[in-house]
């Protein structure tokens, strides 16, 4: 089979993944009667989830519009430490990405590069600094899901930093957070049973942004290989 081939399986699988999706988190909603306001950034991030797995640029643009309806969600439910993710950190900074992609344009996707040792550490420390300060802060503010909560936004917020700089281990990471952000929706489910709609896209994202892993890392390796043949 020619890559060119196997490029139009993917999209055919990524295609009829998103269609059964977006079915699911329908006949869960009915089910649970929930607001179709309060799904409505589901359907939409079923579109960047899409965008993500092809690491295209244009994810962070609808993905920064999304974020101030997942806000306006996540304040319904007290997930206040999202709520801040969501509408401070998410909305400008994947608006910010979408640009500083966009000037270093390669192909449908941006020039990738990685971290180093020292940024590596600086990172991992500042990183842990605001784990223990979301943990201080979010009772205070009385948020029911304090250690999923600030753990999954902490990272998420690094992961913001990182594709914004397109730094590769944003892709890992991502995977990481999934896992939490999954974990997350399952414990909500005993005392709101509607947030299945969340943890049927949760699924979806993950298999995304596993996808999007291999992608960048394709993406990267061909970006350095042609660099070697210009020198």
Known sequence: MTAKKQFAATDIFMLVLMACTAILITVAGIRFRQSFLRILPLYISLIVGLLQ???????????????????????????????????????????????????????????????????????SVCFTAALIAMWIILPLLGSQYVFLDALTNILGIVIY?????????????????????????????????????????????????????????????DQQAEVKNEH
């Open 53 to 123: 797995s092809r690491v295209n640029r244009y994810a962070s643009l609808v993905g920064s519009l999304n974020s101030l309806l997942y806000g306006a969600v996540y304040f319904y439910y007290g997930l206040y430490g999202s709520l801040f993710s969501a509408v401070l950190f998410s909305f400008p900074i994947q608006l910010v990405t979408f640009i500083r992609w966009n000037k270093n344009k390669w192909e449908h996707s941006t020039v990738l590069r990685k971290l180093n040792f020292k940024q590596r550490l600086v990172l």
């Open 161 to 221: 930093f990182l594709t914004m700089f397109a730094y590769i281990e944003y892709t890992f990471l991502m995977i990481v957070n999934g896992v939490i952000g999954t974990a997350l929706y399952i414990s909500m489910l005993g005392d709101s049973p509607e947030m299945t709609t969340y943890l049927i896209y949760s699924v979806y994202s993950f298999i995304c942004i596993s996808i999007a892993f291999f992608e960048a890392k394709k993406l990267y390796c």
